[in-house]
């Protein structure tokens, strides 16, 4: 009594001089008719304030948390992983101290109940709970407080029945570098006035708060696996497999309290109807509470079950019931809205409510949820069986670390993979032995195979709340390739694999220099790390062969060579970095033994075919209405991926740089939404300055509307040094003349019904699908690629304009017959049919790469990857063509 007493002390003099609060003490998250044990400590006696006073700092939770698991044998702790900037990612796991004491065997035991191995009520359920995925929804993270203290300390026969019957894992936290920056915002525009106009500072910490350390949306990676958050939480989900999964989010603040089934007709075909009668069971429980308490909520609209890669989702292609649940978001603290005084602590409780009533209602259905989950995957079986293919088979050609990274991909989906022991023939198509991988069809998550590897085109509705088309091989750039029956393929797989990141040997010493060949995934690290110690280097401009200590090794386009001649670096230290580059880039280097090659007038010293390199110094722009999405994907490939210093500018202090000291500016793009005007990037002081660098020898690359802006801006810029030197035209000809003085009539639109908005809103937006394009492979922003076919994501309907001078200026064009999956209407596709996905060009002594696309696009497209690379590294090789290439002209 006597702590708590000096607790209470120490908080109300705080109260003296912190804003007023709408917080909250313990008892207003206890619930009624509920008797908790004393003894155990309540959070404002452990840290301090309330819920809904200040925000809840992580470590502040974290400890708090922790001590609970201490102090109770219904909690144990475990640390699963850690976040970028070195956060832990924690579960709890809540059962009964019988339970506990045979864990092991429960979770045995669920698995093979699961697969029909064991009886039905052999094991408790398992029920998962993941708390704050996005760093900005206080209450989404906050709620796993009054969720554990009640497992800690309540009393009766109703708990301990949910202890005995449930294994319960709760995730705290999925984002916690998210997490501290909100709450280092919240504080920094703290004030003494209870501010709850939603325009303060406060309360506006939205997407920077909602990403991790590098921008990414972490709700999106439950499918891609790029972040180590997403890569901790994926492997304890897999070791459980659990029966139900929720998911805690919060959304607009004028929103009423939303929960799943969510939209009906937008239900990803892998996911049986089943699912959605269960969980809007479940979805009884959720509204019996809120009724009780007259609370506005909605359920079954807006949220759909569509693109597998969230956290309500995913659960659901893995045989568990995923509930999403989103709460009118707080924002700082409270914030008036449309719907009245919206509060932290009042939202907090209901998150907190709900997972309680998930919990009761998942037991109440446990042998509904039981008897669905082993249907599942016995249906699963029967779908392997019935698809009439053994599996799949994949490869990377030129780039094992490529195909490898995909292993590890499925492999943290729990889909096993295994190496080819022999030559196969699938789809006209040998893949070798050694270099290509399996993937049988008849395993536990045979769903998520299909999930994968299947394509989608045909949709029952065309509005997606994410993307529509996700194939992954497609993402990665792979050849790949249904094996339609076990017959003719007797002999499919060897061992197992994992995928680990394979080490290349190390290489010879040098007489001469050093080469490897630009195809492996990490060759764009291995040359940074090169040019970043001063070395001097060249790139091969056309396919050779280089004598070396191992034998005459072919090179491709952009292989890399490193003389030893003229080097300021000693041959030691020079041998050292290969020496890295082989055991951590696994990039294989050769040792070259004469700058005379087996290939006519493609000697090493030739300096039209090797050309020199410079070391780039990369300025990526954001905010100012650039997409932080895009920006923290360019970042974390080059630096993560590539360990390539980037320098962040926010775009409008870029005016204030010295250009002369950087080689590259990066912008994407975000500005303009789906039907929306395109608005200017940069203004046109800035606009002037960044193109006059680039004609001084700089390098602008532009991605999706940026890319639009910077084709314009080149365009006008164009047409001003024209009328500059009297060159335009002062009369049109005569048919223009005519098309101007007799305009053809706008069409009348045609007169819709208002309730069909939504539909015909949404007929021509692309949200996200993949494209085939053609990549020319002899241009510098094609070296590595080892075929022409380039599978590319798009989330935007405009079109590029192919260069009117330049014939060889679309390295990356759109085929006639473009979407391999996802969504595009009649209409886009005829206009982005043989239209360009890439302009690179020279613009006076410096070059304009402009991308239609985002080629990093979630972390996740290692094929276009390399595109972003290659404008990196070789803009400096594109040339200018010398011939006239005008339409009707011919070049000498």
Known sequence: MLRRALTTLVALSLSAVAAPAVAEPAAYFQVEDVTYDENVPVFEDHAGYEIGERPVRFSDMIAYLRDLAERSDRISVETIGYSHERRPILTFTVTSPNNHANLEAIRETHLERLEGRAAPDAAPMVLWINFGVHGAETSSMDAAIPLLYHYAAAEGADVENQLDNAVMIFTVVFNPDGHARRIDHVETFWSYGDNTDINDAAHNMWIEARTNHYWFDLNRQWLLLTQPESQAWIAKWHEWKPMVSADYHEMGSDSPYYFHPGEELRRNPLIPARARELTLGIAERHAAFLDSEARLYWTEEGFDNFYIGKGSTYPQINGALGILFEAGAARGGAVETERG????????????????????????????????????????????????????????????????????????????????????????????????????????????????????????????????????????????????????????????????????????????????????????????????????VRAAMEETAVRTTSGDVELGRGAIFVPLDRQEVSRDDIHAIMETIAAEDGVPVFAATSGLTPVTGRDLGASSIFRALEEPHVVLAYDGGLSRYDVGEVWWTLDYRHRMPVTLVRKDNLGSLDWDDYTHLVLVGGLAAPGEAQEAVLDEELTDAVLGWVEGGGTLVATRDAALWAQDEIRRRAEVEEQKDGAQKDEAPEDEAQAVADPEPEPEL???????????????????????????????????????????????????????????????????????????????????????????????????????????????????????????????????????????????
């Not at 995909?406 to 198509?429: E, K, M, N, P, Q």
């Not at 536990?444 to 529509?468: A, K, P, W």
């Not at 979407?819 to 206009?831: K, N, Q």
């Open 341 to 536: 005084l919206v509060e932290t602590a009042d939202n907090v409780r209901t998150q907190f409510r709900t997972a309680l009533t998930t919990i009761q209602g998942s037991l109440d259905l446990r042998a509904e949820i039981t008897a669905y989950q082993r249907e599942f995957f016995v249906e699963n079986a029967r779908q392997a069986e019935r698809s009439g293919r053994s599996g799949w088979v994949f490869t990377a050609k030129g780039d094992p670390e490529r195909a490898a990274r995909f292993v590890r991909l499925l492999r943290l989906h729990d889909i096993d993979v295994s190496r080819l022991s022999d030559d196969v023939t699938a789809d006209g198509r040998t893949y070798p032995a050694g270099a290509s991988y399996y993937v049988p069809v008849a395993q536990t998550n045979s769903r998520m195979i299909r999930g994968v590897f299947e394509r989608f085109t045909e949709f029952e509705e065309n509005i997606f709340y994410d993307v529509s088309g996700w194939t992954l091989p497609l993402a990665y750039d792979l050849e790949y390739a249904p094996v339609r029956s076990i017959p003719f393929f007797p002999k499919p797989a060897g061992e197992l694999v994992d995928g680990a990141f394979q080490s290349a040997p190390a290489p010879d010493r040098a007489p001469y220099g050093y080469v490897f060949d630009w195809s492996h995934t990490y060759a764009p690290r291995a040359l940074n790390r090169i040019l970043a110690e001063d070395l001097m």
């Open 750 to 892: 045609e007169r819709l019904d208002f309730g069909e908005m939504s539909l015909r809103d949404a007929e021509h937006v692309i949200g996200g699908a993949i494209f085939a394009a053609d990549v020319d492979i002899t241009h510098p922003l094609g070296f590595g690629f080892a075929d022409r076919d380039l599978p590319v994501h798009r989330n935007v309907s405009f079109t590029l304009t192919r260069p009117e001078e330049n014939p060889f200026a679309v390295p990356v064009q759109y085929t006639d017959d473009p979407l391999l999956t996802g969504y595009a209407s009649e209409r886009r596709l005829g206009e982005i049919e043989g239209t360009p996905s890439v302009v690179a060009q020279r613009m006076g002594g410096g070059a304009v790469i402009l991308m239609a696309d985002n080629p990093v696009f979630r972390g996740t497209y290692p094929g276009t990857e390399k595109l972003l690379m290659n404008a990196i590294f070789f803009s400096g090789l594109i040339d200018r063509p010398r011939g006239d290439y005008q339409a009707g002209a011919h070049a000498p």
